[in-house]
């Protein structure tokens, strides 16, 4: 009697090791399969690290070739571009008169500026700042007024060109 009880359980337990032996088996394979595809993922990470450094920066490839378009509208003059800046990632060109340095480029018409604010990046589009209006919508002090978000921006014509910007440049430095 005890032989059959043996048997019986050898043989139920075998059917249960190999039962665990396949799921363990499966599990194996799929761990393998995970780390394959980690791996694979770590180095895609990599690519894509290498790569976002070498993304192009919205700054050089939309508001200096502008710059550069304005300047031979603008003789006697250089450029030099500021920022993104603030919430808003405001970035300004100002065309500074040549030969004139230090404190002394900002008097007067020695400066002349224009701002601009990204939109929709993937669709290039920018907006420009216009300074002379102040709409009050944001107290002094507060985040917005320090980020100039009462100075609203303004839609660029679709259309616009090197002399739209100089006249827009132009109007916003009534005193220069």
Sequence with gaps: MLQEISDYYVKVYGVYQEEVDRIQEKKDRLSDLINAHQSRIHKLNVKQDKLNKTAPFWKDYLIKPIAEAMLPLLPGRHF??????G???RVSIHFYRDGVTGKDKWRDENCLSITFEPGDLQKGELQVVD??????TFNHGTIGEINGFNHPCVDIPEDA???????WMMKQNPNK
Excluded: K, M, R
């Design 87 to 89: 919430i808003g990632a």
């Design 80 to 85: 030099e571009l500021l920022g993104p800046f």
């Design 161 to 167: 060109d090197s002399q739209w910007f100089v006249d």
């Design 131 to 136: 300074h002379l209006t102040n709409t009050g």
